[in-house]
C-alpha cells in the first residue's frame, strides 16, 4: 500500500525525460543555465521530475542561482525596535536571522504564513496556544573533572493564522525564522517593489512530521542517514522542509537532483558545492540557490560540515527514509519515553561526582563514584562506590579506599572491580569487602589502571587499561586490553598504544564478539595518534579467549567543537548491549545506539554528556545513565544482557 505521503506526491511529481523537459520549458522564460544543466541530467543519466501547479508569486529572489552569497553581504533591516537582522529569500520560502536586544518585545500579530523559530543564542519568551513559553539556547561546554553541559537549541512550530509575540530575555536573544510563503512585510523593509496584496499558498500540503505549537529541543530530534557520510535531523511544515545536515570530514555527496527547489546555508565548517559542473567553495553563513532540477554535488574539508537544506515543498523521499528510520529507533525506544533524572548527587548526600561503571546485580545499581577536581586529578580518598535503589534512595557500601571504575557481577553475587588508581583487579562483595586480587600486573609489572570490565561464560575476564592514572611515569609501555584467564593468567590482547584510549568493552550475548570503544583520539593534546579513531572495534573472540580479526564495527558521531579542532574524540566510554545484540554507547553527543550489524539506529540526548550506562529494573528494560554527579533512567523496549556466572 503506498504511503500517504507517496498518495499526496502522485498528483505533484510527474516523471519526465530530458527530451521532454527541454521541449516544454524552452521558451523566453527559459534560463541561461538550463541546457547546460540538460547535459549533465543526460550524463549522469538522472531521472528528472517535476513538480506542478506551484504558485508563482512573481519576486525575484535575492539569492543568485549557484553563487555563495554570505549573510554578512546582505542588507540589515529593523523589523521592529530592538528587533533588527537579515533576511533571503528563493522562490517559496523566506529565512530571517534576527538580534533581539535585551528584553526586545515583537508585538503580538497573527502570522501570515508558516513559520519554523530557533533560538540561536540567549533566551525569549514566545507565544505558543495563548500562553508565554521559556525557549533558549545553550552552547555545548568544553568538559573537565567536576563538570559537563551539552548543547540545547530550542525551536517551535507554528502555522499561518496562530498569534505569535515574542519577549527577549534580560541578555537579548539571536533567533533564526524560517517562513513559507514569505512575510510580505520583511520584504517592504528591504525595499522590495511591486509586491502583491497576499502570497499563494501550496495548493497542496503536507503533514508536518512534528507538531505544531510544542517547543523541542533540537538535539532531540533523531538524525536520519540520507546518504554516506550524511545524516540529517528532518524537520517538515506543510510548505517546506528543514534538512539540518551533518557531514562527515572528507565527505559528499555525488551529482543528483530533485523537483524541489533547495537554499543550502552553511552553519559550521566548509565544504565546495557544485551548482552543476562549477564549485562554489561556501563558509559559514553562505548561503546557495538550487532550483528545482538543478544537478549538484557536493564535498566537504577536512572540518566536515553542518549545513541546512531548506526544500520547498518537501522532498517526500527524506519523509519516507525519517519515518523508516523512527520506526526502527521506537521498536527500541518507546515513542513517549524520555530520560527522567533519579539522582542529582549535587543535592543529596553522599555527594555524587563523576559516575562510572554501573551494574545491574541483585536488584540494585552499583556504581563507582570517582573523585576529581576540575583538571582531571583523582583522590581515593573522596571516592567511593555506590549501592542504588530503583527508586533514587542509594548509600556507600565502600568509601575513601579506592577509587574504582569499571564493575561487573561476579560470583556469588559478588563484584569484580577496577580499582583503577590502585593498579589492580579486584573481587568484592555488595557489601565492600574486597575478597581477592584477580590481577595487578602483566609481565611482572604493575597493571596501570584498568578502566572498564566484562566476564565471559567461563570465567574469563577482560579488561581495558588506557593508563588514565595520576603517575608521570607508566609501568607498561602503553595503553591496552587484556584478558585473565579462568585459571588467573593475563594476556594482552593488542598491542601497546594500538588503541589511543581504549575505554569501553563489551561481549556479545553469544560470547563470540568483543566489542572495544576509542575514547580519544587525534588530539594535539593527548600523548597517542591511533588508527582506531571514531569508532567501535569488533573482534572474532577465540577458544582461548584471545582476539582476531578486527575491523570496524560503527562509526560514532563527533561534536562541533572535536571536528573543529580536526580531533576523532568521541569520549566513547562505558557500553551496554541487550539480548537482540544492540548496543548503547556512551559518548560526549549522547547515548548512541547500534544495531548487532553497527548500523545507527539513534541517540538519546541528555543535559550533561552521559559516561556510562547499564540495564536493570526486574524486567531488565530499564536503561540507567551516569553523568557525572547524575544518575538517568529511559524506559526501554529491549531486555538488556549480563552475563551472570
Known amino acids: ?25 524552452k521558451n523566453s522564460n527559459t534560463p541561461e543555465w538550463f541546457e547546460k544543466n540538460q547535459e549533465l541530467i543526460s550524463q549522469h543519466q538522472l531521472e528528472v521530475k517535476t513538480l506542478t501547479d ?14 555563495a552569497v554570505n549573510l554578512n553581504s546582505l542588507d540589515l533591516i529593523e523589523i521592529q525596535p530592538g528587533v533588527s537582522g537579515k533576511i533571503f529569500w528563493s522562490e517559496g520560502t523566506l ?8 528584553n526586545a518585545v515583537v508585538e503580538e500579530e497573527e502570522l501570515p504564513a508558516d513559520r519554523f523559530l530557533f533560538v540561536l543564542d540567549g533566551s525569549i519568551e514566545q507565544l505558543v496556544n495563548g500562553e508565554f513559553v521559556t525557549m533558549i539556547s545553550r552552547k555545548r561546554e568544553d568538559p573537565d573533572g567536576t563538570h559537563s553541559g551539552t548543547a540545547r537549541t530550542d525551536f517551535v512550530y507554528l502555522e499561518k493564522g496562530t498569534s505569535n509575540a515574542i519577549k527577549a530575555g534580560a541578555d537579548g536573544a539571536k533567533i533564526m525564522e524560517v517562513y513559507s510563503p514569505y512575510r510580505l512585510d520583511y520584504l517592504e523593509k528591504v525595499g522590495v517593489e511591486n509586491l502583491p496584496s497576499a502570497m499563494e499558498d501550496l495548493n497542496e500540503m503536507y503533514p508536518p512530521n512534528i507538531s505544531t505549537g510544542q517547543v523541542y529541543d533540537f538535539y532531540d530530534i533523531q538524525f536520519t542517514k540520507i546518504g554516506e557520510g550524511a545524516h540529517a535531523r528532518i524537520i517538515s511544515g506543510r510548505n517546506m522542509q528543514l534538512s539540518f545536515v551533518s557531514m562527515d570530514p572528507l565527505g559528499g555527496s555525488p551529482a543528483h537532483i530533485h523537483p524541489q527547489e533547495q537554499i543550502t546555508y552553511v552553519l559550521r565548517g566548509n565544504l565546495s558545492e557544485k551548482a552543476m559542473d562549477t564549485p562554489v567553495a561556501m563558509d559559514v553563513m553562505d548561503a546557495l540557490l538550487v532550483p528545482g532540477n538543478m544537478v549538484h554535488s557536493a564535498s566537504v574539508g577536512q572540518l566536515g560540515s553542518d549545513v541546512l537544506d531548506i526544500f520547498w515543498p518537501a522532498r517526500t523521499d527524506y519523509l519516507e527514509k525519517n519515518k523508516a528510520s523512527l520506526e526502527a529507533y521506537h521498536k527500541i525506544i518507546p515513542e513517549d519515553a524520555k530520560p527522567e533524572l533519579l539522582v542529582d ?8 561526582t563523576f559516575s562510572e561503571g554501573p551494574k545491574w546485580l541483585n536488584g540494585k545499581v552499583y556504581f563507582s563514584n570517582m573523585y576529581f577536581d576540575q583538571n582531571w586529578n583523582g583522590d581515593p580518598a573522596q571516592s567511593s562506590i555506590v549501592e542504588l535503589d530503583p527508586d533514587g534512595s542509594y548509600r556507600n557500601i565502600t568509601e575513601g579506599k579506592m577509587q574504582a571504575n569499571g564493575l561487573y557481577p561476579y560470583k556469588n553475587g559478588n563484584l569484580v572491580v577496577c580499582d583503577m588508581m590502585g593498579h589492580r583487579v579486584v573481587e568484592m562483595t555488595t557489601e565492600g569487602k574486597v575478597v ?7 609481565d611482572g609489572k604493575p597493571i596501570d589502571g584498568p578502566n572498564d570490565i566484562i566476564t565471559d561464560a567461563k570465567g574469563g575476564i577482560y579488561f581495558t587499561d588506557p593508563q588514565f592514572t595520576m603517575e608521570a611515569e607508566k609501568f607498561q609501555p602503553g595503553r591496552a586490553v587484556y ?5 588467573g593468567e593475563v594476556k594482552r590482547l593488542v598491542e601497546p598504544n594500538e588503541f589511543a584510549m581504549p575505554n569501553g568493552i563489551l561481549l556479545s550475548p553469544d560470547g563470540k564478539t568483543l566489542y572495544i570503544n576509542n575514547c580519544y583520539d587525534d588530539e594535539e593534546w593527548y600523548p597517542v595518534n591511533s588508527e582506531k579513531e571514531n569508532f567501535i572495534w569488533a573482534y572474532d573472540v577465540n577458544e582461548d579467549g584471545t582476539i582476531a580479526n578486527g575491523r570496524k564495527f560503527a562509526q560514532l558521531f563527533l561534536t562541533a567543537p572535536v571536528l573543529e579542532r580536526k580531533g576523532k574524540s568521541s569520549s566513547a566510554d562505558g557500553m551496554a548491549i541487550d539480548t537482540m545484540g544492540n548496543i548503547y554507547v556512551a559518548t560526549y553527543y549522547g547515548v548512541q545506539i547500534f544495531n548487532s550489524e553497527g548500523n545507527y539506529l539513534g541517540m538519546i540526548n541528555l543535559p550533561s554528556f552521559p559516561v556510562s550506562l547499564c540495564f536493570g529494573g526486574e524486567d531488565m528494560k530499564t536503561l540507567y545513565m551516569v553523568s557525572y554527579d547524575k544518575v538517568y533512567q529511559i524506559r526501554t523496549n529491549m531486555q538488556g544482557f549480563v552475563n551472570y556466572l
Do not use: Q, W
Not at 500500500?1 to 520549458?25: G, Q
Not at 506551484?54 to 553563487?67: D, F, Q, R, S, T
Open 345 to 352: 548527587g549535587s543535592k543529596t548526600e553522599p555527594h555524587l
Open 436 to 442: 581477592r586480587v584477580i590481577a595487578d600486573s602483566y
Open 483 to 487: 584478558y585473565i584467564t579462568p585459571k
Open 54 to 67: 506551484l504558485p508563482e508569486n512573481g519576486i525575484a529572489p535575492n539569492l543568485k542561482v549557484g553563487e
Open 95 to 102: 529565512t530571517s536571522v534576527l538580534d533581539l536586544e535585551a
Open 1 to 25: 500500500m503506498k504511503s500517504l505521503f507517496a498518495k499526496n506526491l502522485h498528483a505533484l511529481l510527474v516523471p519526465v525525460t530530458a527530451l521532454t523537459l527541454l521541449s516544454a520549458c
